[in-house]
């Protein structure tokens, strides 16, 4: 494409909707740096994968997504699982995604050459990171080749004979042969030190920009762009040479393997050097995305997160919205204390639940809410939710539950501020036990530093917790033919109850729905379940 078109493309896609398409297999590609990061233990908190699966992380990540380079999406995935721990991390990301907003040229001739990078999932960028001694045994196999070939030709011209013919032959027939062989499997190891190299040139030619806070940025990498200045020089690897000549060469001469094994060598002893470039290149472009994200939904603020652990944990938002969800109705909520939410089926907590907690991660990840204005403090945000079915796999739907809410438990132990959101507590078990077990466990998740919103069909929990937990509701309103829903958060515990009258708009026997009726409504006065007459 060129760069008339390139820019072209890449202005006119600023502040609209991703146009890319993902493959089943791509978002393993682009967690592999996030997975690389959590297995080096080198962050003190990510959101895990229970949380992300709850909030359905990876669709907000595709929405958001540009898709320009491998690093831009891979870092952007880490970021959304990384929330910012101090108010200096914090104010660092929105100063950056600020800069990208507010300086288009800048913006556009950093999306050029990230585009030029490009997005290549099938390299293993993350391999490049693992420092350590590369085996030479290879590299010296290879020049053994070539000298034997070198040898036999110089052979000839100094005494002719038979044997040097012999040798020629043997060298022109067996080092291609090594050739094929060894590319065969090789593919995505020459992938992953081209995109390497790639990335030190791209990075090369961002130093060159003329920009007094891009340079500031850039100041840091002066020991890395002196350490990887040979890469440049040597270039990339030549999967294809090109030509018929060039590939007889590259047959007799192994250039592009000799070419390989001295960049992977060179890779091994600077991987800390990549790792730096890689999230660099990484953080410019998520920040690109992230402006580009918040022109496009432009209901947006930039939050205001409180890290003083002396107060009180909170959060207040107005006009506060689900990001996935296009027309969502939106609510203001403000507390500091720990809520109960109840509310019939389909009403909205559920997805109130979700909001909030989405909300106060974006905010503290790529520090943008879905709001009118929205602050609160700094939280590590879980939740338990829907029990997706690989958690399932040998174990009882309670036994998944009570995992997910243990797990919050314990990471509470440490003294870190942690929002939790819960939906429908403890399901999978009987009424009674359900109950007393859930009412325990809500109150020791209402401890200082620890903010619980939890959400409830069972009332009983609104009474024996109206001590510890503040009660709202969503409610509904049902005629003959529909029932309808407003989605507005209201204080005090939920009064209508649906489940029955939905038998009805269903199309069951009116006899059962005004049996059901009336054995919930004797519920209600004796607080016991008795059998109550048809008539």
Not at 177 to 201: C, H, L, P, Q
Not at 216 to 229: H, V
Not at 295 to 322: F, Q, R, S, T
């Amino acid at each position: 494409m060129k760069l008339k078109q390139l820019r072209k493309r890449l202005s006119d896609s600023y502040g609209k909707p991703s146009r890319l398409k993902y493959e089943a297999s791509d978002m393993d590609s682009i967690k592999e740096y996030l997975n690389y990061r959590k297995e080096k233990g080198l962050d003190p908190f990510l959101v895990d994968d229970i949380t992300a699966n709850d909030l359905q992380l990876d669709k907000v990540f595709q929405q958001i997504n540009m898709g320009l380079s491998t690093s831009g999406e891979q870092v952007l995935y880490y970021l959304l699982k990384r929330p910012c721990e101090t108010a200096s991390e914090h104010q660092e990301r929105a100063s950056l995604i600020t800069l990208m907003k507010d300086k288009a040229e800048l913006r556009i001739k950093l999306s050029m050459l990230l585009a030029k990078l490009g997005r290549n999932r099938k390299a293993k960028v993350c391999n490049s990171f693992n420092a350590g001694k590369r085996s030479l045994l290879y590299l010296a196999g290879y020049l053994a080749l070539i000298f034997g070939l070198i040898a036999s030709i110089i052979s000839i011209f100094i005494s002719f004979g038979q044997n040097s013919v012999f040798a020629i032959l043997f060298f022109a027939i067996v080092n291609p042969m090594i050739r094929e062989w060894r590319k065969r499997g090789m593919y995505t190891d020459f992938e992953t030190v081209n995109y390497s190299v790639a990335m030190v040139v791209t990075a090369h030619r961002i130093k060159k920009i003329k920009d007094p806070e891009l340079q500031k940025m850039l100041e840091p990498f002066d020991d890395t762009f002196r350490a990887l200045r040979p890469m440049r020089r040597v270039g990339g690897v030549s999967l294809t040479a090109g030509n018929e000549i060039a590939e007889m060469i590259s047959n007799w001469f192994l250039v592009d393997l000799i070419t390989y094994e001295i960049l992977k060598n060179f890779i091994g002893r600077n991987s800390l050097h990549i790792f730096k470039l890689h999230e660099f290149l990484g953080r410019m472009e998520a920040a690109i995305a992230i402006a580009s994200y918040q022109k496009l939904i432009g209901n947006y603020c930039v939050p205001e997160i409180d890290y003083n652990l002396a107060i009180k944990p909170y959060v207040k938002a107005e006009v506060m919205c689900h990001p996935l969800l296009k027309g969502c109705v939106p609510n203001d909520f403000e507390t500091d204390q720990a809520i109960i939410l109840t509310g019939s089926n389909a009403s909205g907590k559920s997805t109130f639940l979700k909001t909030v907690a989405l909300n106060q991660l974006l905010a503290q990840t790529i520090c943008t809410a879905i709001a009118t204005t929205y602050s609160a403090s700094s939280f590590r945000i879980y939740s338990s939710m829907a029990i997706s079915d690989d958690l399932l796999a040998g174990e009882s739907y309670y036994i998944s539950e009570i995992k997910s809410l243990k797990r919050v438990l314990t990471a509470s132990d440490s003294g870190v501020r942690i929002l939790c959101v819960i939906d429908e507590v403890l399901r999978g078990t009987n009424t009674i036990e359900r109950i007393a077990a859930s009412t325990q466990i809500l109150k020791a998740l209402n401890k200082e530093r620890l903010l619980p919103i939890a959400a409830t069909h069972d009332l009983e929990l609104c009474n024996l917790l109206k001590d510890d937990f503040v009660a709202y509701h969503f409610q509904e309103e049902v005629d003959e033919n529909e029932m309808h829903f407003d989605y507005k958060l209201r204080e005090g515990a939920a009064t209508s109850r649906n489940a029955i009258k939905l038998l009805k708009l269903m199309g069951f026997n009116q006899g059962i729905v005004d049996a059901a009726d009336r054995t919930a409504g004797n519920y209600l006065i004796t607080g016991r379940w008795d059998t109550v007459s048809d008539n």
